[in-house]
């Protein structure tokens, strides 16, 4: 067994590679609330060309004239020579594929990726489909996708509940149309790490024709893991050891329910335990945890401080014996560096002395490299904050950039919310808000708490139909005067859905998130990003109305 030393980023020896083939911008758009809109799907594709990953699933171009769009731009602008392959999303129908082609075909290395269930529980209720007919559709639709694009995958959706026998007629199915790439979705996160590596074994050995063109490299096998059961990582290793050369995976672990296999922890995992695995990925590693945060900041959903690889917890020792063991050796109770995924590893803290230039370096060494007018931004909220806060540690840093960078369309701004509460007071609050085409209005409202009186001041003024479905506080460092974040999830009304493809079903949530060292200020930021979000998502399904 390897005794857990790591040494630096990216030195593999010539090995086998495990393509990784990141679904943030599809599966894990389609968790509720994830909802993204076209500038933020740019960024997080580019930074996730940046972070190396082989594929970019950017969307399911079917959705709507919006989704098209955003995968069109991502083809165009990310899919270039020397970048990531772009791959769109089809169910298997002729509009759908037509579709996800119109979009990817602008890449120079496109993908189409289509797929249908083969479960018998799928098949009967959702399908209403035979096996027969199934085979039938895989035929055409393998073959249809192939006559706009080389490179197709296939996946056969709830393949972990499938009929194994059945799985390899219809991967031969799709083989002898031309798929390139198998893919093999445990979609609902059944199986164990047992089965689902023996059904990959399987799969290579009993499905005919594939063999040979796994061991040549012409066709990869690919796993798609759901973490139902908390086992998504396990399995995709699971897989990755019986032949699987491509995992589909999503930043932070997000996606449909309980989530995606979690890119960071299949990656770290294969790395870390290289002696073990014997194969290397293309991820530049350093660049994961500013990914994520990107990802966690768009999304509006936090990544819990448990968890694996990007949590803020993961590279802490608190325990008094660990901080013993530590400083006698790193190694007893840290299996990697912080650096390794891009943790700064010094400690450092700023203050309000601490002037521009220091400031600068700083946020260069957590990864952040901001234009001359972002930066001057940047540094008027560091001095505000250091006025507040005796010490700014780099989580502050990283959470007021964080907002500032990744802020949607403002339609509104807060310039102020003043609250007055108490035991024997009725909680009332007065909102000040900015509309982009200058105007400012203001409102005062009343609730059962500061944070109801704030939001019923701002519903006041903005007047778009909404309803408020979660609500949470975090902390982001310690103390009294510590910075809150605040998370808010709010849902829209008809009109403004987004189209699942697996599922048929349709979703309008958006979610806001806002930091500050008052929590009714971070309370009210979160609430009037979440409504500039579904402003945003209305405006842009109205311009395509009105263009189609
Ligand atoms: O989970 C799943 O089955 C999917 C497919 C569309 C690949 O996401
Ligand atoms: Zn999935």
Same mark, same amino acid.
């Given at each position: 067994?390897?005794?857990?030393?790591?040494?630096?980023?990216?030195?593999?020896?010539?090995?086998?590679?495990?393509?990784?083939?990141?679904?943030?911008?599809?599966?894990?758009?389609?968790?509720?609330?994830?909802?993204?809109?076209?500038?933020? $799907?740019?960024?997080?594709?580019?930074?996730?060309?940046?972070?190396?990953?082989?594929?970019?699933?950017?969307?399911?171009?079917?959705?709507?004239?919006?989704?098209?769009?955003?995968?069109?731009?991502?083809?165009?602008?990310?899919?270039?020579?020397?970048?990531?392959?772009?791959?769109?999303?089809?169910?298997?129908?002729?509009?759908?594929?037509?579709?996800?082609?119109?979009?990817?075909?602008?890449?120079?290395?496109?993908?189409?990726? +289509?797929?249908?269930?083969?479960?018998?529980?799928?098949?009967?209720?959702?399908?209403?489909?035979?096996?027969?007919?199934?085979?039938?559709?895989?035929?055409?639709?393998?073959?249809?996708?192939?006559?706009?694009?080389?490179?197709?995958?296939?996946?056969?959706?709830?393949?972990?509940?499938?009929?194994?026998?059945?799985?390899?007629?219809?991967?031969?199915?799709?083989?002898?149309?031309?798929? +390139?790439?198998?893919?093999?979705?445990?979609?609902?996160?059944?199986?164990?790490?047992?089965?689902?590596?023996?059904?990959?074994?399987?799969?290579?050995?009993?499905?005919?024709?594939?063999?040979?063109?796994?061991?040549?490299?012409?066709?990869?096998?690919?796993?798609?893991?759901?973490?139902?059961?908390?086992?998504?990582?396990?399995?995709?290793?699971?897989?990755?050891?019986?032949?699987?050369?491509?995992?589909?995976?999503?930043?932070?672990?997000?996606?449909?329910?309980?989530?995606?296999?979690?890119?960071?922890?299949?990656?770290?995992?294969?790395?870390?335990?290289?002696?073990?695995?014997?194969?290397?990925?293309?991820?530049?590693?350093?660049?994961?945890?500013?990914?994520?945060?990107?990802?966690?900041?768009?999304?509006?959903?936090?990544?819990?401080?448990?968890?694996?690889?990007?949590?803020?917890?993961?590279?802490?020792?608190?325990?008094?014996?660990?901080?013993?063991?530590?400083? $006698?050796?790193?190694?007893?109770?840290?299996?990697?560096?912080?650096?390794?995924?891009?943790?700064?590893?010094?400690?450092?803290?700023?203050? $309000?002395?601490?002037?521009?230039?220091?400031?600068?370096?700083?946020?260069?060494?957590?990864?952040?490299?901001?234009?001359?007018?972002?930066?001057?931004?940047?540094?008027?909220?560091?001095?505000?904050?250091?006025?507040?806060?005796?010490?700014?540690?780099?989580?502050?840093?990283?959470?007021?950039?964080?907002?500032?960078?990744?802020?949607?369309?403002?339609?509104?701004?807060?310039?102020?919310?003043?609250?007055?509460?108490?035991?024997?007071?009725?909680?009332?609050?007065?909102?000040?808000?900015?509309?982009?085409?200058?105007?400012?209005?203001?409102?005062?409202?009343?609730?059962?708490?500061?944070?109801?009186?704030?939001?019923?001041?701002?519903?006041?003024?903005?007047?778009?139909?909404?309803?408020?479905?979660?609500?949470?506080?975090?902390?982001?460092?310690?103390?009294?005067?510590?910075?809150?974040?605040?998370?808010?999830?709010?849902?829209?009304?008809?009109?403004?859905?987004?189209?699942?493809?697996? +599922?048929?079903?349709?979703?309008?949530?958006?979610?806001?998130?806002?930091?500050?060292?008052?929590?009714?200020?971070?309370?009210?930021?979160?609430?009037?990003?979440?409504?500039?979000?579904?402003?945003?998502?209305?405006?842009?399904?109205?311009?395509?109305?009105?263009?189609?």
């Amino acid at each position: 067994m390897d005794n857990g030393e790591v040494g630096i980023v990216n030195i593999f020896p010539p090995q086998e590679t495990v393509s990784i083939f990141d679904t943030t911008l599809r599966d894990g758009e389609q968790s509720p609330g994830a909802t993204l809109y076209k500038h933020e $799907k740019l960024e997080i594709a580019r930074q996730l060309a940046r972070l190396g990953v082989d594929i970019i699933e950017a969307g399911f171009p079917a959705a709507s004239p919006g989704d098209l769009d955003a995968v069109a731009e991502i083809a165009r602008t990310v899919g270039t020579p020397d970048g990531p392959v772009i791959a769109g999303l089809a169910r298997a129908n002729r509009g759908d594929i037509a579709k996800a082609w119109e979009a990817v075909r602008h890449a120079a290395k496109p993908r189409i990726h +289509t797929f249908i269930a083969t479960s018998d529980i799928h098949m009967e209720h959702k399908l209403r489909m035979t096996r027969e007919e199934v085979i039938r559709c895989v035929r055409e639709m393998v073959a249809f996708a192939r006559s706009f694009c080389d490179n197709v995958e296939f996946s056969p959706e709830d393949a972990g509940r499938s009929d194994p026998r059945f799985l390899y007629e219809v991967l031969a199915a799709a083989l002898e149309s031309g798929a +390139t790439t198998l893919n093999i979705p445990d979609t609902v996160g059944y199986t164990t790490p047992w089965e689902f590596g023996e059904l990959i074994r399987l799969i290579i050995e009993n499905t005919p024709g594939l063999k040979d063109k796994v061991a040549n490299g012409e066709v990869i096998i690919s796993v798609h893991t759901h973490d139902d059961l908390g086992l998504a990582t396990a399995n995709a290793l699971a897989g990755v050891r019986n032949g699987a050369r491509q995992v589909e995976c999503t930043i932070n672990g997000i996606g449909e329910r309980a989530g995606n296999c979690s890119l960071e922890e299949v990656v770290m995992a294969l790395y870390v335990r290289q002696p073990f695995f014997g194969l290397r990925t293309n991820i530049v590693t350093t660049e994961i945890h500013r990914t994520s945060d990107m990802v966690s900041r768009y999304t509006g959903i936090p990544v819990p401080p448990n968890k694996a690889i990007v949590g803020a917890n993961a590279f802490a020792h608190e325990a008094g014996i660990h901080q013993d063991g530590m400083l $006698k050796h790193k190694r007893t109770y840290e299996i990697m560096d912080a650096s390794l995924v891009g943790v700064p590893e010094s400690r450092l803290v700023l203050g $309000k002395h601490s002037g521009r230039h220091a400031f600068r370096v700083r946020l260069e060494q957590l990864g952040y490299h901001l234009s001359p007018e972002q930066l001057d931004e940047a540094f008027r909220r560091f001095k505000a904050l250091a006025d507040k806060k005796k010490y700014v540690a780099d989580a502050d840093i990283e959470a007021l950039v964080g907002e500032q960078l990744y802020q949607p369309v403002e339609t509104w701004h807060l310039e102020q919310v003043q609250v007055i509460c108490g035991n024997k007071n009725i909680p009332t609050a007065t909102v000040v808000l900015r509309r982009h085409d200058g105007e400012v209005l203001s409102a005062t409202g009343t609730g059962t708490g500061p944070v109801d009186a704030a939001y019923t001041a701002i519903r006041q003024i903005v007047q778009v139909p909404n309803r408020l479905i979660e609500y949470t506080v975090q902390s982001v460092t310690e103390g009294i005067d510590a910075v809150g974040d605040v998370t808010v999830r709010i849902e829209g009304e008809a009109g403004d859905e987004r189209l699942n493809p697996q +599922t048929g079903s349709t979703h309008r949530i958006y979610s806001g998130r806002g930091v500050d060292t008052d929590i009714i200020v971070a309370s009210a930021k979160a609430y009037v990003q979440a409504l500039n979000r579904l402003i945003a998502a209305k405006e842009e399904r109205r311009a395509f109305v009105a263009i189609s």
